[in-house]
């Protein structure tokens, strides 16, 4: 099964409103990576959190990691039509490898 | 930033063909490289990694002989889609990571399309 596991699977929200996402996983990891995917397009890395960081801020984004219960959220605050996308978190262990969660399909409404 | 250039961004072939798709590192060197396999309202699954120079490693359950990788070169992969048939048609990317980097940066995909 994924590594990592998301959601809600689908959020609608209004322009201006926050969104949080929730990721969680199974195994260790060296480190929590969010990625955004427009439609049909390739991912863009967002933000990358440590195993020994408990939160991160980029902009108008703020993921969390609790190791302890396997999870970490991302939180857009502010939200604008642009940020319309799917997100995906992903977990790196060791030997480089990512395993990517099933992704939230966010939709900001004007 | 570093950028990860993918060609083509869609193909469509005939059953029976053979398809490659590049996956260039632009301005940074990848010993290593990934491969990523998207099914429609999916999330990636990793097929291969890439090894400048050797052999690459398959994921459990990917077949070598279909999906054939070639990493010639420290800026160059390739994915060649073997005999294709059309549960083959799926969205390949690729990533790659530049020394000391945060993160990996990815291709902009191919949609492959199997008649």
């Known amino acids: 099964s994924q590594q990592g596991e998301e959601d809600p699977q689908a959020l609608s929200i209004q322009e201006g409103e926050n969104a949080t996402m929730n990721c969680s996983y199974k195994?260790?990891?060296?480190?929590l990576q969010w990625y955004r995917q427009n439609s049909g397009r390739g991912l863009v890395h967002l933000i990358l959190i440590r195993s020994n960081e408990r939160e991160k801020h980029s902009g108008r984004l703020r993921v969390t990691l609790d190791t302890s219960k396997k999870s970490s959220s991302l939180l857009i605050t502010a939200s604008r039509a642009a940020d319309t996308a799917s997100y995906f978190c992903a977990t790196e262990t060791s030997g480089s490898r990512l395993t990517f969660g099933e992704g939230t399909q966010l939709t900001v409404n004007p | 930033g570093a950028v990860v250039s993918q060609h083509p961004s869609w193909v469509i072939c005939k059953s029976g063909t053979s398809v490659k798709i590049e996956c260039r590192s632009l301005d940074f060197q990848a010993t290593t490289m990934f491969w990523y396999r998207q099914f429609p309202k999916q999330s990636l699954m990793l097929m291969a990694t890439?090894?400048?120079?050797?052999?690459?490693?398959?994921e459990q359950g990917v077949e070598k002989d279909k999906f054939l990788i070639n990493h010639a070169s420290l800026t160059l992969s390739t994915l060649t889609v073997t005999s294709a048939h059309p549960e083959d048609s799926s969205f390949y990317i690729c990533?790659?990571?530049?020394?000391?980097?945060?993160?990996?940066?990815f291709g902009s995909g191919t949609r492959l399309t199997v008649v």
């Open positions: 990533s790659a990571s530049p020394q000391g980097a945060h993160g990996y940066t």
């Open positions: 890439s090894n400048e120079g050797s052999k690459a490693t398959y």
């Open positions: 195994t260790s990891i060296n480190n």
